[in-house]
Structure formats: C-alpha cells, structure tokens
C-alpha cells in the first residue's frame, strides 16, 4: 500500500500530520511511504530525515495524491484535490463533517473512504487514536501561556519586602480535556483558579487539580454517551451567564472552553459581563472556531472592550507545532496500525468494525455515518 502524506495548505498552519519516526513505523508494517517534500519544515524535520526513516520524498504533490492508495493529512482537504484522489483510496485526516456538507458529498462521490479524526470514538481501545484529546491538550496549556504573557500581572503570589503582590485570579469556563490542561497549567504557575462546566462529574477533577469548582444549579443538565455535554435550554443559559458575570468580574483571566459536539459553541460571556471585568484582564475564547462563547470575539483578532482584551485564536495547538505534530502522528500512526491487515499488506476499510463506525464517514460511493447522514438528511 502506498500512502502519501502532503504539506498542509491552511495559512498558519504549522503542523506535520506525520513526524519521521511515525514514518518508520509504516515502513515497518510494509508501506511504501511518499510524503511531500517540505512536510516538516515548521517543525524543523528536514527531508532527509524523512528518507533516514524510509520515506521518499516527492515535489509533484498532484502526482503523489493521485497515486496514493491512503493520503493521510491534518486538516480538511481542499475541495479541488478531492476529485484527484483514486476511487477507493483511504483519506484520513479532521473533516469538520458536520459543518462540511459539501465536502463529504464530494469525497462520497469520489469513492474515497474518508476517516474523520474528530469522531474517533472515545473509548478505552481508541484512546490513543483521539487527536482531538491530544490537540485539546496543547490547546489549554497554551491558552494559559498566552494569557500568561499578555497579562500586565504575574500568577503566582509573591511575598517580598517591597510588598505582597496577590496571585493572580483564572476563571475557566469548560472543563474538558483543554480545560483541565488550562486549570492544571495556570496551577502550576501559582495562579487561584475557579472554575465550572455544566457536567456535575468534572467537580472532582477540578478539585483533584487544586482549583475550586463553582457550583451553579442549572437543574438537569446531562450529557452524551460520549460524554460530550448537552446543550442547555435559553433559561438555563441566562441562569448561568449571571452566576458566571460576577466570577468574571473578579478574574484577571477568563478562558472559555465551553463547545458542545457537532454543534455551534454556546455564547456564555456575554458583551456587558467583559464591560463589567477590570480593564487590563484578558479574556481567552478556545472555542472561537465554532462560533465562540464570547459574545464580542472575533475570530483570528484580539478585541479591546473598555480594556479587556477579548482573543478569538484560532488553532492554538499550530504554536505548539512540534509536540502538536508528535501526537497527531502518533494517533493516526495508532489507527493506521489498527486498520493494517498483513496478509494484505495494506489498510482494510470493514465499516462494521467497531472504531470505524464512529469515524468512517464515506465508503464504496456513500455516506455512510449514521450522524451524519441523520445531520444532513441525506
Ligand atoms: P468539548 O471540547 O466538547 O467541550 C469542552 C467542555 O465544555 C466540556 O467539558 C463540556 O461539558 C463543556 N460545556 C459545554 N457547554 C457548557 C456550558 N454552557 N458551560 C460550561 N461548560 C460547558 O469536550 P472534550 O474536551 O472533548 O471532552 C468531553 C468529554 O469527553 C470529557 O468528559 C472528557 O473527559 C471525555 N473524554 C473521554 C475520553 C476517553 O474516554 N477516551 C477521551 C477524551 C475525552
């Protein structure tokens, strides 16, 4: 099986969808390896480093996606290279499909069974596969980082004989797995943290990372059987954003995480809760890709509200680009491995496979994902 693994093309990317050693461990299973030439120049990864682990390095990227029998990649791929894709090729990567009508009815079309990073199952046996996690990750810490900098304070507490300066005060909104990593990181560089999220079952970890939990009774709130959250009613959406406004007001930093699967993000802060913050605090929405939880965010700027800056970054894992690219490569090493079939020396596409169910999207000229084609009345 040949797989082919070209440069991404979205501005400000800066991600590798696979690394050199990743590389390796498919030479290993049989495969001949072409990757774009250039793959890892932001991540500093040389091309020769990539032919060291057996890959060949190849310029004509219109070439190396025709003749590719899997092109595995970061992020969507441009609507003009799916018609350049072979009939029955593999095509792995994030695909947004929820949003992507188009894009999944062309990969369809094309016959291209299209694996989707984002609905990886989460489950025990596919937690090394869940990109989003390990994005998610990076993500948190980062936002803290940021925050961190742009501050005109400092997080910790510091006794010293010209005076006590008081820790600084975060306030994360969404506890998943970038917020836990937000709280954790803000911990460790002494901040006070508070912080919520509709699911009762995070409290305990919030409390375990030596943050307090804000507790808000929004009556049944609930989530999925992916553990995702569900969306909360207009009533309890205005309980919350009150409770929220006065712990906003007394944070240095806000950081909202709050998103809600397949679904645009809940708008949680809203423009007269930032009026209400002290000038000079920052507020940091994670969520800005999905329509963000900040009323007044705009995606990509930074937003000055009576001197709360409000950040609607987009791709936050993209700075950290070299970890982001080790964890990506090793989850979609992980799924490669997992679909690999050595008597056939090459990925085997069986939609009833458990894993697949969840994250195939495409197969043999249809949609084939019940939630999407349930989504898109297809
Ligand atoms: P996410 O990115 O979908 O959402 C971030 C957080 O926002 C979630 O915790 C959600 O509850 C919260 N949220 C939604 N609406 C909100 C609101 N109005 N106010 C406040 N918070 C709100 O979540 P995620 O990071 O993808 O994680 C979702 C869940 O999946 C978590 O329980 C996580 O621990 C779990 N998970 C399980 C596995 C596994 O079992 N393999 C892997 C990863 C994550």
Redesign the pocket.
Known sequence: MRIFVPKETTPGERRAAIVPATAKRFVELGAEVRIESGLGFFIYCSDAEYESAGAHVIVDRTAGLREADAVLRLQKPPADEIGRLRANSVHISFLDPFNERDLVERLAAAKVSAICMEMIP???I??KM?A??SQ?SLTGYHAVILAADELDRIFPMMMTPAGTIQPARVFV????????QAIATAKRLGARVDA????P??EEQVRSLGARFVKIDLGRTG?TD????K??TDEQ?AV?REAMAKHCAMADVVIT?????GKK??I?VTTEMVRHMKPGSIVIDLAAETGG?VECMEPGKVVDVNGVRVFGYANMPSRAAIPASEMYSNNIGSLVEHLWNRERNGMVIDPADELLRGCLITHGGSVVNENIKKHHNL
Not at 173 to 180: E, F, K, M, P, R
Not at 196 to 199: H, L
């Open positions: 989460r489950s025990t596919a937690q869940d989003l996690s998610s909104i969404g506890v998943g797995v970038a917020g836990l919520f999220d509709t699911r079952a995070v989530e992916q553990g995702y959250a969306a909360l959406l919350q995480t709050a998103q809600l699967f993000a809940p949680i939880n």
